[in-house]
């Protein structure tokens, strides 16, 4: 089964403040802000959307294709992938550009200050779908370009290829007639509970008319699990025990990973979404979000562990 998986290319730098930041930030002078933070250090981490997705679909033993754009200091980013057999053919070099990079600073009191570049994601793929088999591809649209996030699923859809539509962070960058003609049609629509309330917001449609127009509606609840809707029927899948939380991040795109490869798999959603659960729950326990590993068979050991044998 090839799986096209558009959306972000990044580097995460993280940071970490040993002290507090509002120790350092004046009520009374914030018209005239200007604070220096000296951390201890700097650690680099390989994310974005796709890369992330990309990254567990190989841990999960499928041939992903990431379809993204990345800058001139892709050098690092590209030997990681090659490393970890992930194809890069469809990952568009903008020279000009850095790969985009999110600036993360932590303090003692896990509050954050995080700046980000776009740099490369300012610019399209330009990959091409006309030789896609559509009884032979999945898709998944995560946030990334936003002329892409809403390019792709017109091109799925007149295809016939399945498309999960994926808005997340970039729900507020689109208008609600943008949102509603990228779910329309859709094969499936994924989310958190918080994106899915700001879909409606946004589109005016209620939760029944997202449905009906998406098909199939998924929606992550954190620790909660998920619950996939349908017209006429709601199933609530629960979560993957965890041996500790470490860190949440990546978690959603884990679970996007997993719920693709029970489709691959031709399995039902409620077993593509516990695969989901399962891939959510490695995620979790490391620090990062391509940190993680394990083999098919660990992976099935634990989903059987979780919710009985996989069949």
Request: hydrophobic share 40%.
């Amino acid at each position: 089964m090839r799986i096209l998986v558009s959306g972000s290319l990044a580097y995460d730098r993280i940071m970490s403040f040993p002290g507090s930041f509002a120790d350092h930030i004046l009520p009374d002078k914030i018209h005239i802000l200007n604070v220096c933070f000296l951390v201890e250090g700097l650690e680099e981490k390989f994310g974005g959307t796709a890369g992330n997705i990309a990254y567990c679909l190989r841990l999960l033993g499928e041939d992903p294709t990431i379809v993204a754009t990345a800058g001139k200091d892709f050098a690092a980013y590209e030997a990681w992938l090659r490393h970890c057999g992930i194809a890069i053919d469809g990952i568009r070099r903008v020279n000009g550009e850095f790969t985009a990079g999110a600036y993360i600073t932590t303090d003692k009191a896990d509050n954050q200050i995080t700046g980000f570049n776009p740099g490369a994601m300012k610019h399209r793929a330009d990959y091409t779908v006309d030789e896609a088999d559509p009884a032979q591809t999945i898709a998944i649209v995560a946030p990334g370009n936003l002329e892409d996030m809403q390019d792709f699923p017109r091109r799925y859809k007149a295809k016939g290829i399945p498309c999960m539509v994926d808005p997340g962070q970039n729900i507020t960058a689109f208008s609600g007639d943008q949102l509603a003609e990228m779910l329309t049609g859709a094969t499936y629509l994924i989310s958190n509970d918080y994106e899915l309330e700001l879909i409606q917001n946004s589109t005016k449609l209620t939760q029944a008319e997202i449905v009906e127009r998406a098909g199939t509606v998924i929606t992550t609840l954190g620790e909660k699990g998920s619950v996939i809707r349908q017209k006429g029927s709601e199933i609530a899948i629960p979560p993957c025990p965890v041996a500790e939380v470490k860190d949440p991040t990546g978690a959603g795109d884990a679970f996007r990973a997993g719920f693709v490869k029970g489709l691959a798999l031709d399995k039902p959603l409620d077993v593509a979404a516990r695969l989901g659960s399962v891939s959510a729950a490695y995620a979790v326990e490391k620090h990062g979000t391509q940190e993680h590993a394990f083999t098919w068979q660990e992976f099935a050991d634990r989903y059987a562990a979780a919710f009985g044998p996989l069949k």
